[in-house]
């Protein structure tokens, strides 16, 4: 692998002058070392100052970050400047008003369709889930996309009222493909609570010494009764994303003064809901029962084992003992049985319960479609075999492999079928050199701007593709399957190896390893030496590649300071000058938000040099990169165009979007620098990974992976975490999930038919 002086690319640069006596190249090192990569920095090399804020367990992010869900930063973000009204460039902004339309909002009306027909399956089935009575007042299914103050946000929205879905029906016969859409059209407006509940609300907060700052969230949250609601259980607060047990403490005592104690079971039911929503924020659908008695004895509560079963009895949370007969009490002990090993109890909310149970139900009843005889034509290859045999089909490979799954709908689409295909983002679908149907995957789910939809509501598909199939979680994926009617097939289509979803659960591997389908491996190899890179980091090797381009360079790095250095100049001097790809098509890589080299740092310093200016409006200026968080979960990418009184108006892939100036804090970035997560599903010209040393306990192989192969022409690594990158790739694997998907489906599938 080759590498620049100092981390340039080919030519001279006037500001590095005092650069020019740098070694050349970087040193091959003897084997066991990290192959490829430089020599490792001086012993004397200071580490950067602080520790970097990283990526999550899973990649989520906190709070306000455009992820959405779950990486571990904290909730400040790029903002700061004037008053929210006024304009960036001191006049009106144009456009029509139908570009206000959020595409969170599109996920909210797709969510409350899905839970409207989850709770029906529920009801219909006599119910496969145990739970308790009423849900408690922590109100833990109606956590909602807001700004967190020091943790994570949910992946997830809220329950609200939808009317009931239509009955499915089987699918009708083949016609006329599906007329391609260009995205979401408008929705309903998110719901916002009345003036005067939020009064109510603001006026309990003052009283318990809370921010006033939260009314409105928290009436939007537990509705019209907010207020009584917050003064008979002060521990609702809970429920708003960022408030942390020690803080609904100190609101409660204000409240309750001496009634209130440790063991009240107020305060238990609600840390009992907020141990699970912070595991689901690291991907898990549920939790060991131990794990939540472990945490709730951290927090101080005397007896956790009561406070689970007290918890369960309430509604609070649901008990399952996957693998034994369960036990009437449901109070999370561990069930054995004699000389046999203790079975796990778990425990989780009632949220990822059905959406897991509504998403096994609807891949059992896909797997078990059978032969189709519409395919017998079809071009002869593995996929379309197995389509043609099989109702549901898993196929793996690299980014070369996403060819393969649109030709399968382009050969559908040949024979008749309506076929379709839907990518992560935005930028995942335009990247696809297909005559075929092509969304995202809320563009499909989200109703006037994805396909047609037959008389009982269910996608009028034959045949669909879901590219980037591992950042499906499991509310998104069972909103999926919920929608394709009986008889249509569904392709799961992604690379293993990339980092998982943003939300709850781990579906495209669940699928797998629950072995549900019959698996197409692609024998298609990414190319040139990005590809050759990227692929030896999936099998756990950082080889050295041959980059006679300058494809691959490697620029070593002593500290932090030199690490934004280095970026700020490959990204505004030597990539454009050596690649020609402009500054505005290089997107810089980075662990995490926080520290002295995460995306606030990097994000400063390239505002500085690419767009300077004050940040009249929240921070921002016409012309900046933004990273805007539509829904949790999600990151798009956009420029900021310019600004009024109504909010800021960004260009993002091409749409028109205007931010609420109440949702800038909260929902935008600056985004010249993403993390991993934030980049996953997209890919660039050119892609600086930064790797600054207090970073290297981030790492792991599925992050590496992925933050290396979001180049098509260009990959720059700005590397000081020595050998902590080999470590990383070969020995440090993504962390465990617990979920529950993989367990259903194996029973529902060796379960005969009925």
């Given amino acids: ?159 609200f009222d939808s009317p009931a879905p239509a009955p499915r029906r089987p699918a009708p016969e083949p016609a006329p493909a599906p007329r391609p859409a260009a995205g979401p059209g408008p929705v309903r407006p998110a719901r916002v609570a009345a003036p005067e509940t939020v009064a109510a609300v603001r006026a309990v907060l003052a009283e318990g010494g809370a921010p006033e700052a939260l009314a409105a969230r928290v009436a939007a949250l537990l509705g019209e009764t907010a207020a009584d609601g917050l003064r008979e259980d002060p521990w609702q607060l809970l429920s708003v994303p960022g408030v942390r047990p020690e803080q609904a403490d100190g609101f409660a005592r204000a409240l309750l003064g001496a009634e209130c104690g440790p063991g009240d079971e107020r305060r238990t039911v609600a840390l009992v809901g907020w141990v699970l929503q912070r595991a689901a924020l690291q991907g898990h ?31 609070a949370v649901l008990v399952f003992h996957d693998g034994a007969d369960e036990d009437e009490g449901g109070a999370g002990e561990e069930v054995a049985e004699q000389d046999a090993e203790p079975v796990p109890v778990l425990l989780g909310l009632d949220r990822y319960a059905l959406a897991e149970e509504s998403l096994a139900d609807g891949l059992a009843r896909l797997a078990r479609s059978g032969p189709d005889a519409r395919w017998r034509d079809a071009p002869p290859t593995d996929l379309t075999r197995a389509v043609a045999e099989h109702g549901l089909v898993a196929h793996t490979g690299g980014e070369a492999a996403r060819g393969e799954a649109v030709a399968l709908a382009g050969a559908a689409r040949g024979l008749g079928l309506r076929a379709a295909v839907a990518a992560y983002t935005e930028n995942g679908r335009r990247r696809l050199d297909a005559d075929v149907p092509a969304y995202t995957l809320t563009g499909l789910l989200s109703g006037p701007g994805g396909p047609d939809r037959d008389e009982d509501g269910a996608l009028a598909l034959d045949l669909l593709v879901v590219l980037d199939a591992p950042q499906l979680d499991v ?28 939300g709850a659960g781990r579906v495209f591997a669940d699928v797998l390893a629950a072995r549900a389908c019959p698996q197409v491996a692609s024998r298609t190899p990414d190319p040139g030496p990005i590809g050759e890179l990227v692929s030896g980091i999936g099998i756990g090797e950082l080889v050295p590649v041959e980059a006679p381009g300058k494809e691959v360079v490697i620029v070593p790095v002593r500290d932090a300071g030199e690490a934004v250095h280095r970026t700020v100049q490959l990204v505004a001097d030597s990539v454009p000058r050596a690649f020609g790809v402009p500054a505005e098509e290089t997107r810089v890589i980075t662990v995490g938000h926080g520290g002295s080299a995460g995306t606030r740092a990097l994000n400063a310093a390239l505002k500085q040099r690419l767009n300077p200016g004050p940040g009249r409006f929240g921070g921002f200026d016409p012309g900046d990169r933004v990273a805007y968080a539509p829904a949790p979960g999600r990151t798009v990418p956009g420029t900021v165009l310019s600004a009024d009184a109504e909010g800021l108006h960004l260009e993002c892939e091409g749409e028109r979007v205007l931010v609420p100036k109440d949702r800038v804090e ?62 990383a790739v070969s020995e440090s694997l993504p962390r465990p999930r617990t979920t529950r998907l993989r367990a259903l489906l194996e029973s529902l599938l060796a379960a005969p038919e009925e």
């Fill in 285 to 315: 659908t549920a939790l060991d029962a131990a794990e939540v008695r472990a945490a709730l004895a951290e927090h101080a509560v005397p007896a956790p084992e009561e406070a689970v079963r007290h918890a369960i009895a309430e509604g």
């Fill in 1 to 159: 692998m080759t590498a620049l002086p100092r981390g340039e690319t080919p030519g001279p640069s006037a500001d590095d002058d005092r650069d020019a006596t740098a070694s050349a190249a970087a040193e091959d090192l003897e084997p066991g070392g990290p192959a490829g990569l430089p020599a490792p920095p001086p012993e004397d090399a200071a580490p950067a100052a602080g520790t970097a804020e990283a990526d999550g367990p899973d990649g989520q992010d906190a709070g306000g970050a455009p992820d959405g869900a779950g990486e571990t930063e904290d909730a400040d973000t790029d903002t700061g400047g004037t008053d929210a009204g006024s304009a960036a460039d001191g006049s009106p902004a144009g456009g029509d008003a139908g570009a206000s339309a959020s595409a969170a909002e599109a996920e909210l009306a797709a969510q409350r369709e899905l839970r409207a027909r989850i709770e029906q399956r529920k009801a219909e089935k006599g119910g496969t889930i145990e739970a308790g009575g009423k849900l408690s007042g922590t109100a833990a299914d109606l956590l909602a996309a807001v700004r967190a103050v020091e943790s994570g946000t949910s992946s997830g929205t809220a329950f």
């Fill in 475 to 502: 509310e998104t994926a069972a909103m999926l399957v919920e929608a394709l009617p009986d008889g249509c097939r569904l392709v799961l289509s992604g690379d293993p190896g990339v980092l998982w979803s943003a």
């Fill in 666 to 727: 909260t929902a935008l970035r600056h985004g010249w620098a993403l993390t991993a997560h934030q980049a996953v599903g997209m890919r660039w010209p050119a892609a600086v990974v930064v790797l600054p040393g207090d970073a290297a306990g981030a790492l792991d192989r599925a992050w590496v992976y992925t933050a290396f192969g979001r180049g098509e022409r260009h990959l720059s690594v700005v590397h000081g975490v020595d050998q902590a990158l080999p470590r």
